[in-house]
């Protein structure tokens, strides 16, 4: 049955977040009050009854997720799904030094750390926070074991396009994974600025001239991000491409949000209010909704297949979705 359709669930656990990236988080947000989370019981039964149709990957993001109290707990309970072969999370790594023991202990395994700016000012002046908070945290993560980390360093025309170079010599120097990610429209067309957009096609290309060849690689991840190695250094770098190559051929991944929310694809607004179902129905009443839900996610690819990778205005910019 559904085995085919859905693999890799991004699980947003809140809105809330310790940096203000100007790209990711509006000035006028709306943090939703805490009682419309979901409870950790409710994200393991929902992470439970997808697994029994195919889910085998699990990414937890935010917001900020290590902000969501006891973060590590959920970890355990989702690492002792049967059928969960990977959990992972997306963190802008400043609150690694505090739970990052606790998290490596409950079964996380990988760590993607977000970071756009290698240089203090421009990193203050994109996130209002401290660079080194954020270099603790990947020191803190690499003395843990965790492996791989990955960056994700989004390009922003004008702003850290410049950095390209030096973030590979980084991923040298720690030995980490770096990934480079296209600005996305997320939410609000209106406001986007897409002259600001690097697309990776040129910058894979002024990789290839300074560091020499890439080599093509196939690493654990969403299937979004395609990975090389830099054979001259021996350093993993991904693009995610979702301008200018997007990648959503039999997309089999879904997002839900810290209300719950289940989204189908980054892209628009069609989702489904997986909370509804669970506390007015339960977990069977879930299982039941199972077959409309893969029917909603074979729609969603179809309706991304005719019109195109096109962003709809949604007004949920990606702090409140979970990158
Ligand atoms: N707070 C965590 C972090 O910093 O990684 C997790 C949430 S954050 C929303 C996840 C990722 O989404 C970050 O790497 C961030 O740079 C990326 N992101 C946010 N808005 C984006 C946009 N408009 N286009 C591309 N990436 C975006």
Same mark, same amino acid.
């Given at each position: ?27 006028? #947000? ?17 992470? =439970? ?13 935010? /917001? +900020? ?10 970890? @355990?309970?989702?690492? +002792?799904?049967? @059928? ?7 963190? !802008? ?6 739970? /990052?023991?606790?998290?490596? +202990? ?40 965790? $492996? ?9 025309? $004008? ?15 720690? $030995? ?32 290839? =001239? ?27 770098? @991904? ?9 959503? +051929? ?23 209010? #997986?909370? $509804? ?10 299982? !039941?909704?199972?077959? !409309? ?28 979705? /979970?990158?």
């Amino acid at each position: 049955m559904g085995s085919e359709q859905i693999n890799y669930l991004r699980i947003s656990v809140t809105d809330r977040c310790n940096l203000r990236c100007s790209y990711c988080r509006p000035d006028n #947000i709306h943090f939703l009050p805490y009682d419309h989370f979901l409870r950790y019981e409710e994200i393991r039964d929902i992470v =439970e009854v997808f697994a029994e149709y195919g889910l085998k990957k699990v990414r937890i993001t935010g /917001g +900020e997720p290590l902000l969501r109290r006891d973060i590590h707990v959920l970890v @355990g309970m989702i690492s +002792e799904i049967e @059928g969960i072969k990977d959990i992972s999370m997306t963190t !802008n790594g400043i609150l690694i030094p505090k739970y /990052g023991k606790l998290l490596k +202990e409950r079964g996380l395994k990988r760590l993607n750390i977000s970071l756009d700016s290698l240089r203090e000012e421009r990193f203050r002046k994109l996130t209002g926070g401290h660079l080194k908070d954020v270099l603790r945290g990947i020191d803190e993560a690499k003395r843990l074991g965790f $492996d791989p980390i990955k960056i994700n360093v989004v390009l922003i025309k $004008d702003f850290n396009e410049d950095e390209v170079e030096d973030f590979i010599l980084f991923g040298k120097k720690w $030995d980490l994974h770096i990934r480079f990610i296209e600005l996305m429209p997320v939410g609000f067309l209106e406001f986007f600025d897409h002259s600001k957009v690097v697309h990776l096609s040129e910058i894979k290309r002024r990789i290839e =001239e300074k560091f020499g060849k890439l080599k093509p690689v196939s690493l654990i991840s969403s299937g979004a991000s395609r990975d090389y190695l830099i054979e001259s250094l021996s350093v993993h770098v @991904g693009f995610i491409s979702p301008m200018s190559l997007p990648f959503c +051929e039999g997309c089999k991944k879904l997002r839900l949000t810290s209300d719950g929310r289940l989204k189908f694809c980054l892209r628009g607004s069609d989702e489904i209010n #997986i909370k $509804d179902i669970l506390r007015k129905r339960g977990k069977e009443g879930l299982r !039941n909704e199972m077959e !409309n839900i893969l029917e909603m996610k074979r729609a969603s690819n179809i309706k991304v297949a005719e019109k195109g990778f096109i962003f709809e205005e949604t007004g949920k910019s990606m702090i409140s979705i /979970g990158g």
